[in-house]
């Protein structure tokens, strides 16, 4: 079965400064997509960035970008210039190819303080 | 932007009662889902349903769950007899068929459901 983790339970910086989250993952399989998804406080989850693992050029939409370390499985999400709406909670995702499901990790809260 | 919709967006209600949480896919998607994330912990899935039936579930779902997709528009989950442990947020997501950039899930704001 995949699992994915996220190490770091909380994180903390401040307004305009880069964080990067951390995300490994496991799987057997070649083809799969992965995912941050942003939560905050309002509690729903909203898609921030994905990526197809067959391609190796990382994702980046805005201030967010990934890096994305097939042979290591690993995920990394980098948010540039952080703002204070960035605050909320960012879950890891993995969808093997041909499935159905999302498999999410724990979670890292996240919080910009200004 | 399309959304997905659901209701109530809080119900509480009493050990061993029954529960419909009601959920409006975005109308050309074809995969839908429910999660639950009990509070502080991640986000779990529950079942995935397509062409009119149940795809995939976890071992959470068992036989007090139920999903039911009774028109064009809604999708159902059912909880049948209530416990404790029920009291989570309930997330309904739908996508689109397979094919490219059709693996995202929309997901609804959630549904958070308090069990006494």
């Known amino acids: 079965a995949q699992t994915v983790t996220q190490s770091q339970p909380e994180m903390s910086v401040q307004e305009a400064e880069t964080v990067t989250l951390s995300c490994t993952y496991d799987?057997?399989?070649?083809?799969?997509?992965l995912f941050w998804y942003k939560q905050p406080p309002s509690r729903q989850m909203i898609l921030v960035i994905r990526?197809?693992?067959?391609?190796?050029q990382n994702a980046t939409e805005n201030r967010f970008s990934v890096n994305f370390q097939k042979a290591a499985k690993s995920f990394s999400l980098k948010i540039s210039d952080s703002q204070l709406g960035d605050t909320a909670m960012y879950f890891c995702?993995?969808?093997?190819?041909?499935?159905?499901?999302?498999?999410f990790g724990q979670g890292t809260r996240l919080t910009i303080n200004p | 932007e399309p959304e997905v919709t659901q209701t109530p967006s809080h119900q509480v209600t009493q050990m061993g009662q029954e529960v419909i949480l009601r959920c409006v896919p975005i109308?050309?998607?074809?995969?839908f889902y429910w999660y639950r994330q009990i509070l502080g912990q991640k986000v779990e899935f529950l079942v995935s349903?397509?062409?009119?039936?149940?795809?995939?579930k976890s071992e959470i779902f068992d036989d007090q769950f139920s999903v039911e997709r009774p028109d064009g528009s809604n999708f159902t989950l059912k909880i049948r007899s209530t416990k404790l442990e029920d009291s989570a947020m309930y997330f309904c997501?739908?996508?689109?068929?397979?094919?490219?950039?059709?693996?995202?899930?929309?997901f609804g704001a959630g549904s958070r459901l308090t069990v006494l």
């Open positions: 997501a739908s996508r689109q068929g397979p094919s490219s950039g059709a693996n995202v899930l929309t």
């Open positions: 990526q197809e693992a067959y391609k190796q």
């Open positions: 349903f397509y062409n009119n039936e149940i795809s995939e």
């Open positions: 995702a993995f969808m093997m190819w041909g499935a159905q499901k999302l498999v």
């Open positions: 109308s050309n998607h074809l995969y």
């Open positions: 799987t057997s399989e070649s083809n799969y997509y």
